[in-house]
């Protein structure tokens, strides 16, 4: 809700203006959170001296195999937070040092009066998330991720964060990364704060997340466009059917003889999702189908001895098949060696969604598939990652 050295010679040839943000990864998901969570992402830290043209570089650390978090600094001299990488929010904010709660005070907080950059706005903000809800009011200043610096740019600082959700975490904020349209009170995103500045070569930003429990790396963000050597083969491309989330058209969901999402269905990409979620009937036959085991509402576990023999699960995107494998859409308990049952990464969500049964595609699947987010040709491109 951190650094490595890699020697990327083929990116430095090909990976014009980007800015990189490594990514670590902490813990396991079964001992720090529940499947009904919905656990965030990103910790960022730029690790490239001189970052291949007109890209930004960021790492990004991964927090029980569940949040993806990483650093941006705010303020003039600056000011350190460890923050979600969000695609399914647009909006940013971190704890206010007017904050005396325990999810604040339990996490970096910003002083606005240390800041020769900061800009009174001042308006009230109140922000609900699947798994918590927070309040406060609007400010501006300075926000630098790793050596790419955004100026004027309005967020929140949090007042209030009641419940555990925010106290547990890892990260102090969350940094939205989705359309200006969902964006509360209408404030203008980040990213899109770097399109207009032109900070970028290319209105493109793309998510490399490392799956493997036992790496020390969570994966890495890049603004600016993309990294081949995170990937294989080509981008299979959607474009985005609502320019709100990052949502797109997914035409079903296949395991083996049983077929969901039948006559197609909206799927939201979601990096601040942790598991993969649909709907609660629709779940409940993929679940059956796998042969897992429901243990609480919403939370269900395999065998760790049969993931090799769980069934493949598809998702059709455009007129390509993504596989998931069952050690790949499983979450294993790397803390404690002697627990022999694993998650299975699919969660009942109902969601209202106009358009038709929506789906989320949150980090289980990025794992697997490396992601683009393309604003300058709204659409979203994966391939199969390394």
């Given at each position: 809700?951190?650094?490595r050295?890699?020697?990327l010679?083929?990116?430095?040839?090909l990976?014009s203006g980007?800015?990189?943000?490594?990514?670590w990864?902490?813990?396991?998901?079964?001992?720090?959170?529940?499947?009904?969570?919905?656990?965030?992402?990103?910790d960022?830290?730029?690790?490239?001296?001189e970052?291949?043209?007109g890209?930004t570089?960021?790492?990004?650390?991964?927090?029980m195999d569940v949040?993806?978090?990483?650093v941006?600094?705010?303020?003039?001299p600056?000011?350190?937070?460890?923050?979600?990488?969000?695609?399914?929010?647009s909006?940013?904010?971190?704890?206010?040092?007017?904050?005396?709660?325990?999810?604040?005070?339990?996490?970096q907080r910003?002083n606005?009066?240390?800041?020769?950059?900061?800009?009174?706005?001042?308006r009230?903000?109140?922000?609900t998330?699947?798994s918590?809800?927070l309040?406060?009011?609007?400010s501006?200043?300075?926000?630098?991720?790793g050596?790419?610096v955004?100026k004027?740019?309005?967020?929140?600082?949090?007042?209030?964060?009641?419940?555990?959700?925010f106290?547990?975490?890892?990260?102090?904020?969350?940094?939205g990364?989705a359309?200006?349209?969902?964006?509360?009170?209408?404030?203008?995103?980040?990213?899109?704060?770097?399109?207009d500045?032109k900070?970028?070569?290319?209105?493109?930003?793309?998510?490399?997340?490392?799956r493997?429990?036992?790496?020390?790396?969570?994966?890495?963000?890049?603004?600016?466009?993309?990294?081949?050597?995170?990937?294989?083969?080509?981008?299979?491309y959607?474009?985005?059917s609502?320019?709100?989330?990052?949502?797109?058209?997914?035409?079903?969901?296949h395991?083996?003889?049983?077929?969901?999402?039948?006559?197609?269905?909206?799927?939201?990409?979601?990096?601040?999702?942790s598991?993969?979620?649909?709907?609660?009937?629709?779940?409940?036959?993929?679940?059956?189908?796998?042969?897992?085991?429901?243990?609480n509402?919403?939370q269900?576990?395999?065998?760790?001895?049969?993931l090799?023999?769980?069934?493949?699960?598809?998702?059709r995107?455009?007129?390509?098949?993504?596989?998931?494998?069952?050690?790949?859409?499983?979450v294993?308990?790397?803390a404690n060696?002697?627990?022999?049952?694993c998650?299975?990464?699919?969660?009942?969500?109902d969601?209202?969604?106009?358009?038709g049964p929506?789906?989320?595609?949150?980090?289980?699947?990025i794992?697997?598939y490396y992601?683009e987010?393309?604003?300058?040709?709204?659409?979203?491109?994966f391939?199969?990652?390394?």
């Amino acid at each position: 809700m951190q650094t490595r050295v890699y020697v990327l010679l083929l990116c430095a040839m090909l990976c014009s203006g980007l800015e990189r943000i490594q990514l670590w990864k902490t813990g396991s998901f079964q001992r720090h959170t529940n499947a009904t969570s919905n656990a965030v992402s990103n910790d960022i830290v730029l690790t490239d001296p001189e970052p291949p043209n007109g890209t930004t570089p960021e790492s990004l650390k991964n927090f029980m195999d569940v949040q993806y978090y990483g650093v941006v600094s705010l303020g003039t001299p600056p000011q350190s937070f460890n923050v979600i990488f969000d695609t399914g929010s647009s909006n940013l904010w971190v704890p206010s040092v007017k904050c005396e709660g325990a999810a604040c005070v339990n996490h970096q907080r910003y002083n606005h009066s240390r800041s020769l950059t900061y800009q009174t706005d001042g308006r009230p903000l109140k922000i609900t998330y699947g798994s918590g809800s927070l309040s406060g009011f609007l400010s501006q200043d300075v926000i630098t991720i790793g050596s790419m610096v955004i100026k004027n740019q309005t967020f929140g600082e949090a007042t209030n964060e009641p419940g555990s959700a925010f106290a547990t975490g890892k990260f102090d904020g969350i940094l939205g990364l989705a359309y200006p349209q969902i964006a509360v009170d209408h404030i203008r995103p980040v990213f899109d704060m770097i399109m207009d500045q032109k900070l970028v070569d290319k209105n493109v930003f793309s998510f490399y997340l490392d799956r493997d429990p036992s790496a020390n790396k969570g994966g890495e963000l890049l603004l600016g466009g993309s990294d081949p050597a995170y990937y294989t083969g080509n981008f299979t491309y959607i474009p985005v059917s609502f320019q709100g989330y990052w949502q797109l058209n997914m035409d079903g969901v296949h395991v083996g003889d049983l077929k969901l999402c039948a006559g197609g269905c909206q799927v939201i990409v979601d990096t601040g999702t942790s598991l993969i979620t649909g709907p609660s009937e629709e779940i409940a036959k993929l679940q059956a189908a796998v042969g897992s085991q429901q243990i609480n509402p919403g939370q269900y576990l395999v065998d760790c001895g049969k993931l090799d023999s769980l069934p493949v699960v598809s998702f059709r995107l455009g007129d390509k098949l993504f596989n998931l494998t069952g050690q790949q859409y499983t979450v294993k308990e790397q803390a404690n060696p002697t627990i022999q049952v694993c998650l299975v990464g699919f969660m009942p969500m109902d969601i209202p969604n106009p358009r038709g049964p929506l789906w989320i595609l949150g980090d289980v699947f990025i794992g697997q598939y490396y992601t683009e987010f393309d604003r300058g040709n709204n659409r979203v491109g994966f391939a199969r990652a390394k």
